[in-house]
């Protein structure tokens, strides 16, 4: 085995996220039809190709007109103007509205010259084939104005931005009809040793459940990656190093157990032996032992066996450079005092909820590595920096999950 100081040890969050951003490939993007793009992140900002609103328009049905016409206007003394057209979307108004006159208008209708004001068809009464009371002023609030919501050439999504529904009619409004976004990151996905086994199948004495594959698998997705599941590898060199091979063109393998300090790890063997470690162990609890090298180039995130741990490395360290978006934090207030560690970074695992001044966050009870049950109940990790202390009361950043 190659001596440790080979390659660095027990190194921070930040720096394990910078090894493995890294350690990956350069990441092609594609350019896809809006309806093909959901769930996609941006590969480069987009600029509107239009003003929205294009025009002064209506934001309601009623009637458009001067505002100084009817300032007098009120439910006992209506003003009456002169009806001398219709604007509707698509076809507006030709003419100029003077004094005393109006256009009928609709919602989103182009306002027509001379006008400046409306007035809702709730507060309008007939008065012949040609004229209309007013029963309230018109007014000025209700005129959609022309490149209020954003403007030729300024920019409405940002690159990096995850494509949701409300981002994709945003896209469309500024007149785009596909938009560049990352490919996907492939991921292929394995499980070692010889104490796991599928869920549903039945148990032997010593034996687990892969529970890593059901949650890791979950939370790639989540992350808009495309997995590629390769089952499990026994605790085997030879078999392991053929589960390495089998990759099939994945940019990254995550794979789960193997990387401790035990006799038969043997994913940290091999990469040490056989292929290059870029580190070994993070200053963080739990997930410590986590392991990121390249087998034959090809990058390689080894996480701990154990359940929590794998889920936390994961989410802390392999999120935000997969997804290339920074984690959701906030900082809250300390519903119990949270464990310290003098050298390594703590993630405890919390609750969410409202105290008596605002938020505040609360442990979930067992923080055991093992404990997924606690996992699952909880929605946001404590983080508490290495050597700190949080006390009940102090305020703590807070991952949410």
């Given at each position: ?10 190194v921070s ?17 594609e350019?896809?039809?809006l309806q ?5 992140t ?7 190709r239009v ?5 002064d ?15 007098a206007?009120t439910l ?27 256009v009928r ?7 027509p010259?001379?006008?400046e004001a409306?007035?809702p068809v709730?507060?309008l009464a007939d008065d012949?084939?040609?004229h209309?009371l007013?029963r ?6 209700d ?15 940002m ?31 394995l ?7 599928a869920?549903?199948?039945p148990?032997?004495a ?8 059901a ?5 790639l ?5 495309e997995?590629?599941?390769l ?6 060199p ?5 589960a ?17 300090m ?6 940290r ?9 870029s ?24 996480l ?6 794998s889920?936390?490395?994961y ?11 920074p984690?959701?934090t ?8 949270f464990?310290s560690?003098?050298?390594r970074?703590a993630y405890?695992?919390g609750?969410v909820?409202q105290g008596a001044?605002?938020?505040v966050?609360r442990?979930v009870?067992?923080?055991g ?7 699952s109940h ?7 920096p290495?050597?700190?202390?949080v006390?009940a ?9």
């Amino acid at each position: 085995m190659v001596p440790p100081a080979a390659f660095p040890m027990f190194v921070s969050v930040e720096d394990a996220r910078a090894h493995l951003h890294a350690l990956l490939p350069t990441r092609p993007h594609e350019t896809l039809p809006l309806q093909a793009a959901l769930g996609r992140t941006l590969a480069e900002s987009v600029t509107a190709r239009v003003s929205h609103p294009g025009a002064d328009n209506s934001a309601l049905d009623g009637i458009a007109c001067r505002e100084a016409d009817t300032r007098a206007a009120t439910l006992e003394t209506p003003v009456r103007l002169r009806v001398v057209g219709e604007s509707r979307a698509g076809a507006a108004h030709a003419g100029t509205v003077g004094p005393g006159e109006c256009v009928r208008i609709y919602t989103g209708a182009t306002l027509p010259a001379g006008a400046e004001a409306i007035c809702p068809v709730e507060q309008l009464a007939d008065d012949g084939p040609h004229h209309v009371l007013l029963r309230r002023p018109a007014r000025k609030e209700d005129v959609r104005r022309a490149g209020e919501d954003f403007q030729l050439g300024q920019t409405v999504l940002m690159a990096g931005a995850r494509l949701t529904p409300s981002r994709l009619a945003l896209a469309a409004a500024a007149g785009h009809a596909e938009l560049p976004v990352w490919r996907p990151w492939r991921v292929g996905l394995l499980s070692t040793g010889d104490e796991v086994v599928a869920p549903g199948q039945p148990l032997q004495a010593g034996q687990v459940y892969d529970s890593n594959s059901a949650g890791l698998h979950a939370l790639l997705h989540q992350d808009g990656c495309e997995v590629l599941p390769l089952g499990r590898a026994p605790d085997s060199p030879e078999a392991l190093a053929a589960a390495l091979e089998g990759t099939g063109g994945v940019d990254l393998l995550v794979s789960s157990g193997g990387v401790s300090m035990g006799r038969y790890d043997f994913l940290r063997d091999l990469l040490i032996e056989r292929g290059q470690v870029s580190f070994w162990k993070i200053r963080m609890r739990p997930g410590g032992p986590a392991l990121l090298g390249t087998w034959n180039g090809l990058p390689v995130l080894g996480l701990p066996g154990n359940p929590v741990s794998s889920l936390v490395v994961y989410s802390v360290v392999a999120r935000p450079v997969l997804t290339g978006a920074p984690l959701r934090t906030v900082r809250l207030r300390a519903g119990n005092a949270f464990r310290s560690l003098p050298d390594r970074a703590a993630y405890w695992r919390g609750v969410v909820g409202q105290g008596a001044e605002g938020g505040v966050v609360r442990d979930v009870g067992a923080q055991g590595s093992a404990m997924l049950r606690a996992l699952s109940h909880a929605d946001a990790l404590v983080a508490v920096p290495e050597g700190g202390s949080v006390n009940a009361g102090d305020e703590v950043e807070v991952i949410l999950l």
